[in-house]
């Protein structure tokens, strides 16, 4: 079993990793053009927006779908009653968050926001009609079926974004876009599954999980605040053309650190839970995990720094590199995030709730602290605010989660600092040589920093026999050899 459960893993991550490679080159050439097309103000309002719908997202979802994934065979019944409180919620939502428009409108000073309110709040009730054959798809590891559908609703509804910013349709491209992108998911996964049941759900099903789920809807809440509530403080204390940079700078931050989030932790929870008995096989696979993650992010984000300015101006333009520095800062925390993921996971399978939210009201106190500290000194500071901030997050969900597995630090160590090493090195290198580069074309400069980059980074992994590296061989050989 744990075999054939490490396939499904193995092929569930690869898929995932597939769809979410390529949504995320489909999502940056969209968010290439559009911001080519689009003003800094723009992207600074949609990022005040994000704040209102990522808080009104955690609500909907309020933690049942993930105590449907942990349970052993969940009912029609509790599908039912979560289906049912998921539009229920989010229709309340609607009509909330569409009624306060104006008012946000009025004290930011962009009437905009009140015209395409009742648009973009849309999302919220085609969101929760996704949720059940989420979590379904999700507990049949059919993850090549749900990386197939993401893609596919990314490159239509970024083809439209497009169309519409070349046309001159200004912030509505980007509100078409993420629209869009979830009402495809949501027609898409009621004509593959089309779930029929004459079961009742009722409020006792959603007792019986309250417990549990309450507590993730708070931790999923507090996240969701916080992880956007710079913005709001940004938005009104400096500028919206501001914002613009500073949100660019971290979207396109979050396009493959929120990939490989998303791809790890979607599949690994599923796979963690049937594992939860197991810990001797429990703490072997989050190590794993954490060393093959790291083989990745390391590198990618640490390039990311290393080729902002080139990559940039030949990609944006120089209107937008005032984003850089903010980018550069940003990108950091990439490095921290997706491994905190992973000790989440571990957390959501070992513990009744109870500790995530603790653990997650003490980081949220730390960080008012330190939002506090850096939003009067400055944009890049509170960037640099964000990344100690990603930095605690891992070192705190990390701590808790050794708790309930059998890892020490130093085999914590052993399994990150080989690649720590590796792709600190190869920043290192690609700094120097950029010193050498100048007088090159933009597009030549990227090129040959990338080259770089790559050939030292796969050599060195070679050469000194990664585990990591070899682990990933070996997976790669097995997605392409074994049918799922």
Not at 181 to 207: P, Q
Not at 267 to 275: G, I, M, Q, R
Not at 340 to 357: F, Q
């Amino acid at each position: 079993m744990a075999e054939k459960l490490e396939h499904k893993v193995a092929t569930g991550v690869a898929w995932s990793f597939s769809e979410k490679l390529l949504s995320m080159v489909i999502q940056m050439a969209v968010s290439i053009i559009v911001a080519r097309q689009l003003m800094p103000e723009d992207f600074g309002v949609m990022a005040i927006m994000t704040f209102f719908t990522s808080v009104a997202l955690a609500i909907v979802d309020s933690g049942f779908s993930q105590t449907l994934i942990r349970k052993a065979s969940p009912t029609d019944e509790e599908y039912r009653s979560v289906l049912s409180f998921n539009i229920l919620i989010s229709l309340f939502l609607y009509a909330i968050f569409v009624a306060i428009s104006p008012a946000i409108a009025r004290f930011y000073g962009h009437e905009v926001i009140a015209y395409i309110a009742p648009v973009l709040f849309l999302v919220l009730p085609i969101n929760s009609l996704c949720v059940v054959q989420t979590v379904m798809f999700t507990r049949e590891f059919r993850f090549a079926l749900l990386s197939k559908i993401v893609f596919s609703a990314s490159l239509i509804s970024g083809i439209v974004a497009v169309v519409m910013a070349i046309l001159g349709c200004g912030i509505w491209a980007l509100v078409a876009q993420r629209l869009l992108m979830m009402g495809i998911k949501a027609v898409a996964f009621w004509w593959i599954r089309r779930w029929r049941t004459s079961a009742r759900g009722g409020i006792k099903y959603l007792r019986d999980m309250a417990p549990f789920s309450l507590r993730l809807l708070a931790t999923d809440l507090i996240t969701a605040i916080y992880n956007n509530v710079a913005q709001l403080f940004i938005g009104k204390m400096y500028s919206t053309s501001q914002l613009g940079f500073y949100s660019q700078a971290q979207k396109l931050k979050d396009l493959p650190v929120t990939s490989a989030v998303q791809a790890v932790q979607g599949v690994t929870y599923p796979a963690l839970s049937k594992l939860g008995d197991d810990s001797v096989m429990l703490s072997e696979g989050f190590l794993r995990i954490m060393r093959l993650l790291s083989l990745f992010i390391f590198p990618l984000m640490l390039g990311f720094v290393a080729i902002a300015p080139e990559m940039f101006m030949l990609l944006l333009g120089e209107k937008w590199m005032a984003t850089v520095p903010y980018f550069e800062i940003l990108a950091l925390s990439g490095l921290f995030y997706p491994l905190s993921a992973v000790a989440y996971n571990i957390l959501k399978v070992k513990s009744d709730g109870k500790v995530i939210l603790r653990l997650e009201i003490v980081k949220r106190v730390v960080m008012t602290l330190i939002l506090a500290i850096t939003i009067p000194q400055g944009i890049a500071a509170v960037a640099w605010g964000m990344t100690a901030m990603a930095a605690v997050d891992f070192i705190v969900n990390l701590s808790a989660a050794m708790r309930y597995i059998n890892i020490g630090v130093e085999a914590i160590l052993r399994s990150l600092l080989p690649q720590s090493l590796l792709a600190v090195a190869m920043f290192g290198l690609l700094y120097t040589a950029n010193t050498y580069l100048l007088a090159l074309p933009y597009a030549l400069h990227l090129i040959v920093d990338i080259a770089i980059g790559v050939i030292f980074y796969a050599s060195g992994a070679f050469i000194f026999r990664l585990s990591a590296f070899k682990e990933a061989c070996v997976l790669l050989r097995g997605v392409l050899t074994k049918s799922e």
